[in-house]
């Protein structure tokens, strides 16, 4: 019996000494990376590595129509963010073809940013405080309200008819907590369930698992159908801004420019134009 | 650590900050692993003797049970409940979704371990027992079983663990267990460094525990 428990201890001690080296490892390994570029030069060096490598590697999303959506026809990407991207291609190469896109989900938009894997993320990343105490964002460069989609036989006409109700939100969106402030604020109360991703949420509405989809309206009228539609009840706009890791300031601010001239020289609505995001 | 560090110091304070959310997950993460494990041995053990039983038809039915669920992804047994049942206006909450989803899954392979371990006592033994006016019934349970028990165990013991951590999949379904709660907290605030190395270290120490305990039956068994 002594015996088993000793060797019960050790095992418990192993495991534990080796998650911890793990977590250390991976901590040491970042802090260093992290001081480095944090000085001035390593933060020019983003770019210099970015031109060495000779593209710019992009974070999109692929499934959300206007903004970065895969078109099943052509198989191309196409959208919005897509074409913004070109843009800062462009400003960093003089050739807007140089960008390799990955497509990302709402959790994953995080870690690959933080891995260095993308050098930025411009995929309906909606700007918030806890956000960017880690990453640096970009000058919004749209801004989407979150909207309700219900199902038309379910006689759902305004926010106050879903009290008590569940509403589908998709997993690491800002969208949870939008939908609890505009609840908190009308007086009722809401429950929530979160899927990983957006056809999962639609799928949840149809069966009846929940009883609405909340999502940022442009994302939500690619799911709109003939047994669906989005409530006129709008709240809390969400800002889309380009996301970069912290340190890496020079290509933050290179982004920053690229924006900001396009908002100037009026190419920013011509391309919201183009896609139809006009309000 | 600087604030790009997937583990820096700040994201353990939001996480222990928001410890109600994960001991909430592991809640249900032990709610479903105990209401599943129950479920699958009783179903493996039913199963596992129909398996070996004289009557054909009843094998038949342990064939279809196992094959079935054996052969087809959890995630899809589970994602059909949870989506596709209700059109047939049968909607379960999510937890029993678990119980069942992950019990009836796990049963099929306790089944094969049940069956295994009779299948491993010499068929002489339930001839003799029978030839000393046991019934099949007394004979199962006096003389097989307990002969069996020794090499039903650790097999058992392995999808007993994998029980446990399968009932991530809820994650899936919005089924509020450990993982989803992960999958959310970090989601939200990207704080997925603690997130995750907790889920991970809870699930851990739930196995662990567990296949000591088991290991203890086993010595037990060999006596």
């Known amino acids: 019996m002594f015996f088993a428990k000793k060797k019960l201890m050790v095992l418990a001690l192993t495991a534990l000494t080796g998650l911890s080296l793990l977590a250390a490892g991976c901590g040491s390994e970042n802090t260093s990376s992290s001081s480095s570029s944090s000085s001035s030069s390593a933060s020019n060096d983003i770019i210099q590595t970015i031109k060495d490598r000779g593209y710019l590697k992009v974070g999109c999303k692929v499934d959300v129509p206007l903004f970065g959506y895969k078109n099943p026809d052509t198989g191309e990407l196409e959208g919005f963010e897509i074409d913004l991207s070109h843009a800062i291609a462009k400003k960093i190469f003089g050739d807007p073809s140089k960008v390799e896109f990955t497509p990302v989900v709402a959790k994953t938009r995080g870690p690959l940013l933080d891995s260095g894997e993308l050098d930025t993320v411009i995929a309906t990343y909606t700007i918030n405080d806890e956000r960017k105490k880690q990453y640096d964002f970009s000058t919004p460069y749209y801004t989407d309200p979150v909207g309700l989609l219900v199902k038309t036989a379910d006689n759902i006409n305004s926010l106050k008819d879903l009290s008590g109700k569940t509403i589908a939100v998709p997993q690491g969106a800002t969208t949870r907590k939008a939908v609890e402030d505009a609840a908190k604020a009308a007086g009722i109360e809401v429950k929530f369930a979160e899927f990983p991703t957006y056809p999962e949420c639609k799928a949840a509405l149809m069966s009846g698992r929940a009883a609405a989809y909340a999502m940022d309206t442009s994302n939500l009228s690619g799911y709109v159908d003939s047994e669906t539609k989005i409530l006129p009840d709008k709240f809390a706009p969400q800002e889309y801004g380009a996301a970069t890791k912290k340190g890496n300031d020079a290509l933050a601010k290179l982004i920053e420019d690229t924006i900001q001239e396009m908002k100037d020289s009026g190419e920013l609505d011509q391309l919201l134009t183009k896609w139809k995001l006009n309000k | ?223």
């Not at chain 2, 353990?12 to 129950?38: K, M, N, P, S």
Request: aromatic share 14%; net charge positive; proline share 4%.
């Open chain 2, 1 to 223: 650590m600087g604030v790009n560090n997937p583990f820096a110091l700040y994201k353990w304070q939001a996480l222990f900050d928001a410890r109600d959310i994960f001991i909430d997950g592991l809640t249900t993460t032990l709610e479903v692993a105990i209401g599943a494990l129950i479920l699958s041995v009783l179903l493996g053990i039913i199963f596992g003797i129909a398996g070996v039983f004289p009557n054909k038809f009843i094998r038949v039915l342990n064939r279809v049970y196992v094959e079935f669920f054996q052969n087809t992804p959890l995630v899809v047994q589970v994602v059909f409940i949870y989506n596709a049942l209700p059109q047939i206006h049968i909607v379960m909450p999510v937890l029993l979704i678990g119980i069942i989803g992950v019990g009836l899954y796990t049963g099929a392979y306790m089944a094969e371990a049940v069956r295994g371990g009779i299948l491993s006592v010499s068929k002489g033994q339930l001839e003799a027992a029978m030839s000393q006016g046991f019934n099949y019934w007394q004979a199962m349970w006096y003389i097989i079983l307990p002969q069996a028990k020794r090499v039903m165990l650790p097999s058992m013991a392995n999808q007993a663990i994998n029980l446990v951590k399968n009932t991530s999949v809820l994650a899936m379904i919005a089924g509020g267990d450990l993982m989803y709660q992960a999958d959310s907290w970090s989601g939200s605030n990207m704080y997925y460094g603690p997130a995750y190395l907790t889920a991970g270290v809870s699930y851990w120490i739930i196995c662990f525990l567990l296949s000591k305990y088991i290991n203890k039956l086993e010595k037990k068994a060999e006596v």
